[in-house]
């Protein structure tokens, strides 16, 4: 259970440090405006844009993986498949942010559904 509840507290933890490059766009842009950041935000371009996207992301795939874990541990099916399962979300979730930065569109799809795949699989190997 100890790996389910590091994988959930990573995925918790995520969108927040998928702000880190996100915020260093926004400062290159004429420094942090935090009177206003989502407008600030909403003008960036390039890799501004692609932090600002992964970040969103990071919040959208949280819920997913969220119910996974629930039902995971709801149905006391913790074993080595479902917390393998949750290992391959979050890698594939970093593994996403990375390949947004670099601009790197088709193996950020790929690790996309990847890191879905993982979360939904969960839910399914506890039905």
Request: glycine share 6%; proline share 2%; charged share 10%.
């Amino acid at each position: 259970m100890t790996t389910l509840l590091i994988c959930a507290l990573l995925a918790a933890l995520m969108p927040y440090l998928a702000k880190a490059p996100l915020a260093y766009a926004m400062h290159k842009q004429g420094g942090y405006d935090n009177k206003h950041p989502r407008s600030q935000q909403a003008q960036l371009t390039g890799f501004g844009a692609r932090a600002l996207a992964a970040h969103q992301n990071c919040f959208e795939s949280l819920g997913v993986f969220a119910v996974a874990i629930a039902v995971v541990l709801g149905t006391n099916n913790v074993h080595q498949i479902t917390e393998l399962l949750a290992i391959t979300h979050i890698i594939a979730r970093v593994l996403y942010c990375v390949f947004y930065y670099l601009n790197l569109d088709i193996l950020r799809s790929v690790v996309w559904f990847v890191g879905l795949g993982a979360a939904v699989t969960m839910i399914a190997v506890c039905l």
